[in-house]
């Protein structure tokens, strides 16, 4: 055990963990001393008080999770650059959480997105998307982190995968039990200074072992560092990165619990907006912090005199998602090393905790407060603590399961959402932006989406058994798919839309688009800095085009 690692590694990782349960436990001493009894708004909201700089980096450091540790690392190891588009776009998707969005949140009051869908439309929205999200977090977010997790600790700190995946859920259930969102949100921004500082030194360190920027592009295949492929790419084609990925961000980035609960409890729109563009600049980062690393770990692993070896799957294919961990191991010297480990906990850390506080106040406040609406604000925190712990429990009661779950249905678990993330951007975004959209029709909508989704995903699971019009199904571009069933839930939306069915004037007040609805402030800061951030954005394209 730890034989990779010098003492120093250690005390690095040790002051890391030493740091984070310091915070939780200032917050908890804190709420301990105040004479202020604990309320729903300060355990799931951070008391709707939180600043611009921590929103914006909890935005960032809960958004990073397994798929950029491993996934965007071993893109890059295996050529497919144009895995960080999605990170691009992400940048431009918190500037429409900013701008659009935001106002409109900020001003229901609401705690959380299923809520809101309930002052658009019905309670029955509410419950759809409620339990949908509960379910898919409990199957995606949680699992496949905590699996990460325990391929970290056993990678590169050589503990057990079963040890380790129980540590990372332990550790991280404790600190999001005790302190709720505010504790949650200045953890992540502990660790968006570790992951980004850790991030940085692997690349500097790798890039310094090839002779600079030109050794990566004289050993890697031509098209390795292309952001754009042609039409006929079978993952990342350029009409699926325009016209298809905006709409699973905004179904991410402006519509889902685990990211706008962080924008829900800032001060005001200013600070929420601020934040948003402070996290659009931070998300153009993972491009060079995790894809590029593995194109590094590409580039040192061929010729006659390779550092990098990738080690085979158990289907004799190249396992590319070893990329971060094999050349953190390579290129870094004692320290940096702990670093670096201290950053990929802290990404898996703190997409966990996120997870684990989102869930508990979607039971909480969504469905528990629903059939006990006399519940005090202490039971509902208490309710919210319990639900934690039982999130916890079930994270851990999925660990023996973990050795049977291959990549493939990884990637069949993580499409779940995808599959039904269209449905409910459109019911978001068309509901805001007309009045005439009816509770009816955003019930067809999200069923009929639900349903088109599982039928391409069932079909995907026998598509060798399949051929003709079937099999061709199978085969659309899933990002070509999303433009597709985004755009027959906008339509199912409009056409089931009676006049005599809609809802009136007064309930969709500040809810819905009118004149004035989005405020501009007299400062003229926030303009300035989106522009920019856009610039910024199409720089990236040109650059590597």
Known sequence: MFEHLASLDLVVIGVYFLCVFGIALFFFLKKKCSKRKRSPESY?????????WVIGASLFASNIGSEHLIGLAGAGAKGEFAAGQFEILAA???????????PFYMKSGVFTMPEFLERRYSSW?????????????????ISITIAAGGIVFTTLLGINFWTGALLIVVFTGVYTLIGGLKVVVYTDFLQMIVLIGGSIALTYFGLKSLNGWEGVVQNVPEGSLSLWKNMQHPDYPWTGIVFGAPILGVWYWCTDQFIVQRVLAAKNIDH????????GFLKLLPLFLFVIPGVIALALSVGDNALITFPLKADGTTNYDAALPLLSLTVLPAGFKGLVIAGLLAALMSSLS???NSCSTLFTMDIYRQYKPEA???????VGQIATVVLILLGMAWIPFMEDIKGGLFKVLQSIQAYISPPIAAVFLIGILSKKITPQAAKISLLSGAVLGLVRLGLELVQDDLSGPLYAFTQINFLHFALFLFLVCVALLYVFS??????????LADITWSKGAITIQKSSVNIILSLL????????WYLFK
């Open 272 to 279: 929420a907006r601020k934040g948003t563009i402070f996290g």
């Open 533 to 540: 951030l856009i610039i910024s954005v199409f720089i990236l």
């Open 92 to 102: 431009l998707m918190l500037l429409v959480l900013g701008w659009f969005f935001v």
């Open 44 to 52: 799931f909201l951070g008391g709707r008080n939180l600043g611009w």
């Open 498 to 507: 009676k006049e005599k069915d809609a809802l009136s004037e007064s309930r």
């Open 354 to 356: 996120s997870v684990f």
């Open 125 to 141: 929205a509410r419950n759809y998307l409620s339990w949908i999200s509960i379910v898919a977090y409990v199957l995606t977010k």
């Open 376 to 382: 005090t604000k202490k039971q509902l925190v208490y």
